[in-house]
């Protein structure tokens, strides 16, 4: 299976790196993720705060639902440094641009050697994925150096790749996970087929927060 993600990883790239010539938002995607590693380097270089976080987002939707927890630690841990990676440019551009949390970059392609070389600069005390999107160099290098990471606002539904005869490769990735907090019963339900319940919390969709927060101010 590995090599069908390998497969899977080359095709991706190759299609978007095709598709870069006449659509914006694809060579955004490319040209973001240049010397990636040299700008995290430089950009954690000056921070000298006591704990790191790293929150990963697919896009800008699973961003709006993984802010209302950056804020509560903002408010909690101001000494906490937060580190956000988007794969998506919708996501990251926006962000960026907001300039409200300092250190955003793109995830570079998933490899072991990129994960492993992100970890090394990043040193995140915790790691957040928020929802979905599985990368599997990047969940194993968390999983091997110890690291807790947690689910935040997860969906599972039995329709997923998770519970397909041929998922084994993706339900692996599930076991990197140290807690999974999901939308809703369902969830939970269906999760719970592959992961011990006692590693499941239902905690609602945190974008609720969000537009409750937006609303008040």
């Known amino acids: 299976m590995i090599v069908l993600y390998h ?18 938002k694809a060579k955004l995607w490319i040209t973001g993720r240049r010397n990636v590693f ?39 841990e101001p000494q906490t ?12 551009e926006i962000v960026k641009t907001k300039k409200d949390f300092e250190h955003v970059f793109y995830l570079p392609m998933d490899s072991h050697a990129h994960a492993k070389n992100w970890m090394e600069i990043v040193k995140p005390d915790l790691v957040l994925w928020v929802k979905y999107e599985y990368w599997h160099y990047y969940l194993q290098e968390i999983k091997k150096r110890n ?42 339900k269906q999760l719970s087929k592959i992961i011990p319940e006692n590693k499941i919390t239902v905690s609602g969709d945190t974008r609720c927060d969000r537009v409750i927060n937006i609303a008040e101010n």
């Open 38 to 76: 040299e700008k995290l380097q430089q950009s954690l270089k000056s921070d000298s705060r006591k704990r790191t976080i790293w929150m990963h987002c697919a896009s800008l939707g699973e961003c709006e639902q993984g802010r209302p927890v950056l804020q509560k630690i903002k408010e909690t």
């Open 81 to 92: 440094t937060i580190v956000i990676t988007f794969f998506s440019p919708s996501g990251y």
């Open 7 to 24: 497969l899977f990883l080359f095709f991706y790239k190759t299609g978007i790196y095709f598709v870069s010539f006449w659509n914006k």
């Open 147 to 188: 690291i807790p990471l947690l689910m935040v606002s997860g969906v599972y539904r039995s329709s997923q790749v998770f519970y397909k005869w041929y998922g084994s490769f993706y339900r692996n990735m599930l076991t990197c996970f140290t807690h999974f907090f999901v939308q809703n019963t369902d969830s939970k």
